[in-house]
């Protein structure tokens, strides 16, 4: 048999002998005898460090759109990982994050949460995968459980079939089996799915990262944009719970958050922890509700600013059950807000001691030093041009509670609504 071959003598085509001069030539599919090999992606880092040089790391990150997860994305396309960003629906939503990192690190896939495949192929190529998907009202598509519950567990099972070595997951501060109640009688069933959510990534990989974090707030969040909106207020009046005297919050600034989730990626010992994110300090809703619209410039005086009783305006339940049941508009317009967000409102944060941000690094921000410039967008008077500084408004920032006031206004929220009532009649 005649054949052509290459130095070293490796035939590359084979004729058949007898018929040099018929056309039939046979291939040989040595290719085919080649085993794949696994890659060692830390063997390929590239550059000194940046959005220009690879670290290593590939990244897929669920909910890259989202609030939180813009901020992690810019964090990731800096310290030079490769990302990769699941997405549904419309992919123009997405482009924004293309300039997050260098030519060739930002990389999407279409995926949908029900789909299995679909999640195996993001995930195929990736050391470390942060799932931030969240939703806060139920849609027909969508309820709670499917986000909080059989999403993520889809997501750890996937993640742990194909290798992966590290997983992130958001929770809730208050996420419980019975989550504390305040007028739904069988309390938030977000908190209640969120917690499910834990157990099932838990049971699904072992190893994940869960953070728990309070209200996140920072411009385009949830935050202040449900506090500010006009499905919570009724004109100048803000209704809380009990009016927020004894509902204690502890918000914490997105940069906090995220960098608590950039540590936990390379720190050995986030490895199946939980970690509480939450602020530095405690407030009465009371008190923050108030420096919030002082701060935006909607004071009692110039703009008959008041704090009412929620259980006394139904105008308030009814625009929250319009605002849930929408079929459009539910992030952007509505900004999630349904009743049980008014829920999760109107009960307080609560530590259950375990790790929080500090353990992991994190400098926490206070909101005396962060949340001026957050609300500097909605500020009421920003387009004055004010030429003498003691023209500028003084704005008391809302005190941090002690522990002896926390367990003060704990026993006094036990008796309910007659804490309302004057304090003759009691």
């Not at 992690?72 to 699941?86: D, T, Y």
């Not at 501060?173 to 908190?191: D, Q, V, Y």
Request: aromatic share 10%; charged share 25%.
């Amino acid at each position: 048999m005649a054949g052509l071959t290459v130095r070293g003598g490796l035939p590359i085509l084979k004729l058949p002998s007898g018929s040099l001069g018929a056309a039939a030539i046979a291939a040989q599919p040595y290719s085919s005898e080649v085993k794949p090999r696994s890659i060692n992606l830390a063997a390929m880092k590239r550059g000194k460090g940046g959005r220009s040089s690879f670290s290593g790391d590939v990244v897929t990150v669920f909910g890259g759109s989202g609030f939180i997860g813009r901020d992690v994305a810019n964090r990731l396309g800096k310290n030079g990982s490769q990302i990769i960003f699941p997405y549904r629906g419309d992919h123009y939503k997405m482009m924004r994050l293309k300039v997050v990192g260098d030519l060739g690190q930002v990389l999407f896939c279409p995926f949908e949460l029900q789909d299995e495949d679909s999640i195996r192929r993001a995930v195929a190529r990736s050391n470390i995968v942060i799932n931030l998907i969240g939703r806060g009202i139920e849609t027909k598509n969508f309820s709670y459980e499917d986000v909080n519950v059989t999403g993520p567990a889809k997501i750890a099972k996937i993640c742990r079939e194909m290798g992966v070595k590290r997983l992130v997951h958001l929770s809730h501060i208050n996420a419980r089996a019975e989550p504390k109640t305040a007028f739904m009688k069988e309390g938030s069933k977000f908190l209640k799915t969120k917690y499910e959510g834990e157990l099932a990534v838990r049971s699904e990989f072992p190893d994940a990262t869960i953070f728990r974090p309070a209200d996140v707030y920072g411009q385009m969040d949830q935050f202040i944009n449900q506090i500010f909106s006009k499905l919570l207020r009724n004109g100048s009046k803000v209704p809380l719970f009990m009016k927020g005297q004894y509902t204690v919050k502890q918000p914490v600034f997105h940069s906090d958050l995220v960098t608590g989730i950039m540590n936990s990626l390379y720190d050995p010992e986030a490895v199946g922890q939980t970690y509480e994110a939450v602020g530095p300090d405690r407030f009465a809703m009371n008190d923050l509700i108030r420096y919030m619209f002082e701060q935006s410039g909607r004071n009692k005086e110039e703009w008959q600013f008041e704090i009412t009783e929620l259980m006394l305006e139904p105008r308030t339940f009814a625009k929250a059950f319009f605002g849930g049941v929408m079929p459009w508009g539910g992030n952007r317009t509505w900004n999630q807000f349904n009743i049980d967000t008014l829920e999760r409102m109107s009960i307080s944060d609560e530590s259950e001691g375990l790790p929080n941000l500090t353990d992991l690094g994190v400098k926490l921000s206070r909101v005396v030093d962060k949340m001026p410039w957050e609300l500097e967008p909605i500020n009421n008077y920003k387009y004055l041009i004010i030429e003498d500084p003691a023209e500028v408004p003084k704005i008391d920032p809302p005190t941090p509670l002690g522990f002896v006031e926390e367990r003060h206004m704990i026993a006094q929220r036990e008796r309910g609504l007659i804490n309302l009532l004057p304090a003759g009649i009691v």
